[in-house]
């Protein structure tokens, strides 16, 4: 009996070891996923020019759809003031 409770002792704690060998890992890996998405969000986009802003005007540039600029009915100086940022 003695016996047979050692060995689930054991059975237990090299349980117990693994998990926190894989919560280890796990925590290592989010870490990881976290510094490269960080080291993505802060590397300077050149497309734009190289103006050096961060990156974050470029990214922001990209999505922002304008309506197209008709030059019978739009003036330029109005259309070109509404997107000024």
Same mark, same amino acid.
Not at 11 to 22: G, N, P, V, Y
Not at 54 to 76: E, I, T, V, Y
């Given at each position: =009996? ?8 054991? %059975?237990? %704690? ?12 796990? %925590? ?9 998405? /960080? ?6 986009? =050149?497309?734009? !020019? !190289?103006? /050096?802003? !961060? !990156?974050? $005007?470029?990214?922001? =540039? ?6 197209? $600029? ?16």
């Amino acid at each position: =009996m003695a016996d047979r409770e050692r060995r689930t002792k054991l %059975e237990l %704690e090299e349980r117990t070891a693994q998990d926190k060998k894989e919560q280890r890992e796990f %925590e290592l890996k989010k870490l990881q996923l976290q510094t490269s998405q /960080n080291a993505r969000n802060t590397q300077p986009d =050149m497309e734009g !020019g !190289g103006d /050096n802003n !961060g !990156g974050r $005007f470029n990214s922001n =540039m990209r999505g922002l759809k304008l309506p197209p $600029f008709n030059p019978d009915k739009d003036d330029l100086d109005s259309y070109l003031t509404r997107f000024k940022l």
